[in-house]
Protein backbone atom coordinates (compact mmCIF):
# COMPACT_ATOMS: atom_id res chain seq x y z
CA UNK A 1 0.00 0.00 0.00
CA UNK A 2 3.20 2.20 -0.24
CA UNK A 3 1.58 3.82 -3.75
CA UNK A 4 -0.08 6.45 -1.83
CA UNK A 5 2.35 8.63 0.39
CA UNK A 6 5.09 7.65 2.97
CA UNK A 7 2.88 6.55 5.46
CA UNK A 8 -0.42 4.64 4.86
CA UNK A 9 -3.29 5.19 8.20
CA UNK A 10 -5.68 1.60 7.59
CA UNK A 11 -8.82 0.67 9.50
CA UNK A 12 -9.81 -2.75 9.32
CA UNK A 13 -13.21 -3.55 11.13
CA UNK A 14 -13.56 -7.03 11.87
CA UNK A 15 -10.15 -7.86 12.20
CA UNK A 16 -10.50 -10.33 15.06
CA UNK A 17 -10.14 -13.53 12.42
CA UNK A 18 -10.97 -14.78 9.36
CA UNK A 19 -10.30 -12.08 6.22
CA UNK A 20 -9.93 -9.35 8.36
CA UNK A 21 -7.20 -10.59 10.73
CA UNK A 22 -5.44 -11.92 7.39
CA UNK A 23 -5.44 -7.90 6.19
CA UNK A 24 -3.82 -6.69 9.62
CA UNK A 25 -1.25 -9.61 8.62
CA UNK A 26 -0.50 -8.58 5.47
CA UNK A 27 -0.45 -4.79 6.24
CA UNK A 28 2.04 -5.62 9.24
CA UNK A 29 4.69 -6.76 6.73
CA UNK A 30 4.50 -3.34 4.76
CA UNK A 31 6.76 -0.35 5.79
CA UNK A 32 5.42 2.81 6.82
CA UNK A 33 1.74 1.54 7.73
CA UNK A 34 -0.32 2.19 10.80
CA UNK A 35 -3.24 0.10 11.09
CA UNK A 36 -6.11 0.68 13.69
CA UNK A 37 -8.27 -2.85 13.83
CA UNK A 38 -11.49 -3.70 15.81
CA UNK A 39 -12.87 -6.67 17.57
CA UNK A 40 -16.60 -7.13 19.14
CA UNK A 41 -14.80 -9.50 21.48
CA UNK A 42 -11.88 -10.09 23.61
CA UNK A 43 -11.92 -13.39 24.61
CA UNK A 44 -11.76 -14.63 20.84
CA UNK A 45 -9.81 -11.82 19.74
CA UNK A 46 -6.16 -13.61 21.28
CA UNK A 47 -4.05 -13.59 17.88
CA UNK A 48 -5.03 -10.24 17.13
CA UNK A 49 -4.14 -8.50 20.49
CA UNK A 50 -1.07 -10.56 20.33
CA UNK A 51 0.12 -9.09 17.04
CA UNK A 52 -0.59 -5.56 18.70
CA UNK A 53 1.86 -6.57 21.63
CA UNK A 54 4.58 -7.11 18.81
CA UNK A 55 4.32 -4.74 16.83
CA UNK A 56 2.66 -1.99 19.37
CA UNK A 57 4.04 1.10 17.53
CA UNK A 58 2.04 -0.17 13.72
CA UNK A 59 -1.30 -1.79 15.54
CA UNK A 60 -3.65 -0.14 17.36
CA UNK A 61 -6.53 -2.62 18.22
CA UNK A 62 -10.23 -1.18 19.51
CA UNK A 63 -13.34 -3.22 20.69
CA UNK A 64 -16.42 -1.88 18.45
CA UNK A 65 -19.59 -3.37 17.69
CA UNK A 66 -20.97 -2.16 14.49
CA UNK A 67 -25.08 -2.74 15.13
CA UNK A 68 -24.11 0.42 18.34
CA UNK A 69 -23.82 3.63 15.90
CA UNK A 70 -22.55 5.35 18.76
CA UNK A 71 -19.35 3.19 18.84
CA UNK A 72 -18.74 3.36 15.27
CA UNK A 73 -18.90 7.15 15.99
CA UNK A 74 -16.47 7.00 18.74
CA UNK A 75 -14.16 5.31 17.05
CA UNK A 76 -13.95 7.89 14.50
CA UNK A 77 -13.86 10.75 17.09
CA UNK A 78 -11.05 8.70 18.49
CA UNK A 79 -8.69 8.51 15.48
CA UNK A 80 -9.06 11.80 14.37
CA UNK A 81 -7.42 13.08 17.84
CA UNK A 82 -4.31 11.35 16.09
CA UNK A 83 -4.84 11.48 12.54
CA UNK A 84 -6.22 14.04 9.88
CA UNK A 85 -6.59 11.08 7.26
CA UNK A 86 -7.05 7.49 6.50
CA UNK A 87 -5.83 5.88 3.19
CA UNK A 88 -7.48 2.35 3.44
CA UNK A 89 -10.63 1.62 5.56
CA UNK A 90 -12.03 -1.93 4.86
CA UNK A 91 -15.50 -3.56 6.25
CA UNK A 92 -14.61 -7.18 6.86
CA UNK A 93 -17.95 -7.26 9.13
CA UNK A 94 -20.35 -9.77 8.60
CA UNK A 95 -23.01 -12.81 9.29
CA UNK A 96 -24.22 -15.93 7.85
CA UNK A 97 -24.88 -17.69 10.46
CA UNK A 98 -24.79 -17.39 14.25
CA UNK A 99 -26.36 -19.79 16.79
CA UNK A 100 -30.25 -20.34 15.50
CA UNK A 101 -30.01 -18.38 13.33
CA UNK A 102 -29.12 -19.87 9.79
CA UNK A 103 -29.53 -19.07 6.22
CA UNK A 104 -33.25 -19.71 5.22
CA UNK A 105 -34.02 -22.56 3.04
CA UNK A 106 -37.67 -21.39 2.17
CA UNK A 107 -39.77 -18.08 2.33
CA UNK A 108 -41.85 -20.53 5.26
CA UNK A 109 -38.01 -20.19 7.32
CA UNK A 110 -38.12 -16.41 7.27
CA UNK A 111 -38.64 -14.55 10.54
CA UNK A 112 -38.78 -10.78 10.71
CA UNK A 113 -35.70 -10.45 13.66
CA UNK A 114 -33.41 -12.46 11.69
CA UNK A 115 -33.82 -10.09 8.67
CA UNK A 116 -33.42 -6.92 10.68
CA UNK A 117 -30.19 -8.39 12.13
CA UNK A 118 -28.74 -9.38 8.78
CA UNK A 119 -29.35 -5.97 7.50
CA UNK A 120 -27.72 -4.35 10.45
CA UNK A 121 -24.50 -5.80 9.97
CA UNK A 122 -24.35 -6.79 6.92
CA UNK A 123 -25.73 -3.39 4.91
CA UNK A 124 -26.45 -0.82 7.76
CA UNK A 125 -22.71 -0.96 9.92
CA UNK A 126 -21.02 -0.15 6.18
CA UNK A 127 -23.53 2.57 5.64
CA UNK A 128 -22.95 4.18 9.26
CA UNK A 129 -18.90 3.61 8.98
CA UNK A 130 -19.19 6.37 5.62
CA UNK A 131 -21.12 8.36 7.69
CA UNK A 132 -18.61 8.73 10.78
CA UNK A 133 -15.24 8.70 8.97
CA UNK A 134 -15.97 10.96 5.71
CA UNK A 135 -13.89 13.75 7.47
CA UNK A 136 -11.12 11.56 7.14
CA UNK A 137 -11.19 10.88 4.01
CA UNK A 138 -11.51 14.38 3.07
CA UNK A 139 -7.82 15.41 1.91
CA UNK A 140 -5.85 15.02 -1.73
CA UNK A 141 -4.09 11.89 -1.35
CA UNK A 142 -5.55 8.27 -3.01
CA UNK A 143 -8.17 6.44 -0.27
CA UNK A 144 -9.67 3.47 -1.01
CA UNK A 145 -12.94 2.77 1.26
CA UNK A 146 -13.93 -0.92 0.74
CA UNK A 147 -16.63 -3.23 1.75
CA UNK A 148 -16.73 -6.87 1.62
CA UNK A 149 -19.77 -8.09 -0.26
CA UNK A 150 -20.51 -11.29 -1.44
CA UNK A 151 -21.46 -12.38 -5.06
CA UNK A 152 -24.55 -13.89 -3.74
CA UNK A 153 -25.96 -10.28 -3.22
CA UNK A 154 -26.28 -10.13 -7.12
CA UNK A 155 -29.01 -10.27 -8.12
CA UNK A 156 -29.05 -10.92 -11.81
CA UNK A 157 -26.69 -14.52 -10.70
CA UNK A 158 -29.14 -15.53 -8.28
CA UNK A 159 -30.48 -18.76 -10.15
CA UNK A 160 -30.70 -20.89 -6.85
CA UNK A 161 -33.16 -19.20 -4.31
CA UNK A 162 -32.85 -19.45 -0.91
CA UNK A 163 -30.63 -17.60 1.90
CA UNK A 164 -33.40 -15.08 1.88
CA UNK A 165 -31.53 -12.79 4.50
CA UNK A 166 -28.20 -13.29 3.58
CA UNK A 167 -28.76 -12.47 -0.04
CA UNK A 168 -30.78 -9.31 0.67
CA UNK A 169 -28.59 -7.91 3.18
CA UNK A 170 -25.47 -8.27 0.68
CA UNK A 171 -27.84 -7.13 -2.35
CA UNK A 172 -28.46 -4.02 -0.42
CA UNK A 173 -25.25 -3.17 0.65
CA UNK A 174 -24.25 -2.72 -2.90
CA UNK A 175 -27.05 -0.30 -3.38
CA UNK A 176 -25.41 1.75 -0.35
CA UNK A 177 -22.16 1.32 -1.57
CA UNK A 178 -23.02 3.12 -5.42
CA UNK A 179 -25.13 5.67 -3.42
CA UNK A 180 -22.34 6.54 -1.06
CA UNK A 181 -19.32 6.56 -4.00
CA UNK A 182 -21.64 9.36 -5.24
CA UNK A 183 -21.99 11.43 -2.65
CA UNK A 184 -17.90 10.53 -1.74
CA UNK A 185 -17.04 11.58 -5.48
CA UNK A 186 -18.46 14.65 -4.48
CA UNK A 187 -16.66 15.57 -1.07
CA UNK A 188 -13.56 13.39 -0.96
CA UNK A 189 -13.34 12.84 -4.80
CA UNK A 190 -9.71 11.41 -4.39
CA UNK A 191 -11.55 8.23 -2.38
CA UNK A 192 -12.38 5.42 -4.14
CA UNK A 193 -15.82 3.27 -3.03
CA UNK A 194 -16.30 -0.08 -3.49
CA UNK A 195 -17.83 -3.56 -3.10
CA UNK A 196 -15.03 -6.43 -2.92
CA UNK A 197 -16.35 -10.28 -3.27
CA UNK A 198 -13.74 -12.71 -1.88
CA UNK A 199 -14.56 -15.57 -3.24
CA UNK A 200 -15.38 -18.42 -1.35
CA UNK A 201 -12.54 -18.62 2.07
CA UNK A 202 -11.97 -20.77 4.53
CA UNK A 203 -13.67 -19.30 7.18
CA UNK A 204 -16.08 -19.93 10.12
CA UNK A 205 -18.52 -18.38 7.45
CA UNK A 206 -18.10 -20.64 5.07
CA UNK A 207 -17.24 -23.69 7.20
CA UNK A 208 -20.84 -25.21 7.41
CA UNK A 209 -21.20 -24.97 3.68
CA UNK A 210 -17.55 -26.51 2.22
CA UNK A 211 -18.90 -30.21 1.40
CA UNK A 212 -19.87 -29.36 -1.96
CA UNK A 213 -16.95 -27.03 -2.82
CA UNK A 214 -14.11 -28.07 -5.21
CA UNK A 215 -10.95 -27.81 -3.63
CA UNK A 216 -9.48 -25.43 -6.16
CA UNK A 217 -12.77 -23.06 -5.53
CA UNK A 218 -11.87 -22.80 -1.45
CA UNK A 219 -9.32 -20.19 -0.80
CA UNK A 220 -7.16 -20.05 2.17
CA UNK A 221 -7.81 -16.99 4.03
CA UNK A 222 -3.64 -15.95 2.67
CA UNK A 223 -4.40 -16.24 -0.62
CA UNK A 224 -8.20 -14.41 -0.65
CA UNK A 225 -6.42 -11.56 1.11
CA UNK A 226 -3.48 -10.96 -1.03
CA UNK A 227 -5.73 -11.08 -4.43
CA UNK A 228 -8.18 -8.81 -2.71
CA UNK A 229 -5.19 -6.36 -2.33
CA UNK A 230 -3.83 -6.76 -5.71
CA UNK A 231 -7.26 -5.68 -6.55
CA UNK A 232 -7.42 -2.56 -4.21
CA UNK A 233 -3.65 -1.31 -5.40
CA UNK A 234 -5.13 -1.57 -9.46
CA UNK A 235 -8.65 0.62 -8.47
CA UNK A 236 -8.93 4.02 -10.22
CA UNK A 237 -11.48 6.95 -9.70
CA UNK A 238 -12.97 5.03 -12.56
CA UNK A 239 -13.81 2.03 -10.48
CA UNK A 240 -15.56 4.16 -7.19
CA UNK A 241 -19.12 2.76 -7.17
CA UNK A 242 -18.74 -0.73 -8.49
CA UNK A 243 -18.27 -4.59 -6.97
CA UNK A 244 -15.51 -6.25 -7.56
CA UNK A 245 -14.75 -10.01 -7.89
CA UNK A 246 -11.32 -11.62 -6.10
CA UNK A 247 -10.19 -11.65 -9.59
CA UNK A 248 -10.54 -7.52 -10.51
CA UNK A 249 -13.24 -8.19 -12.66
CA UNK A 250 -16.86 -6.72 -12.20
CA UNK A 251 -19.98 -8.52 -10.71
CA UNK A 252 -23.36 -7.73 -11.80
CA UNK A 253 -25.27 -6.37 -9.94
Not at 101 to 117: M, T
Not at 140 to 156: D, R, V
Not at 212 to 227: A, D, G, K
Amino acid sequence: MNNYQTKTNALIFGASRGIGLGFVKALLEKQDVNIYATYRRRNVSTELLSLETTHPQALHCLAVDVTKEDQIANLSDYIQQTESKLHLVINCVGILHQGALQPEKSVGQIHSENLVYYFRVNSIASALIAKHFLPLFCHSNKSILAFIGAKIGSISDNNLGGWYGYRASKAALNMLMRTIAIEYGRKCPQTIVVSLHPGTTDTDLSKPFQKNIPPHQLFSIERTVNQLLKVINSLTEDDSGYFFSWDGNRVPW
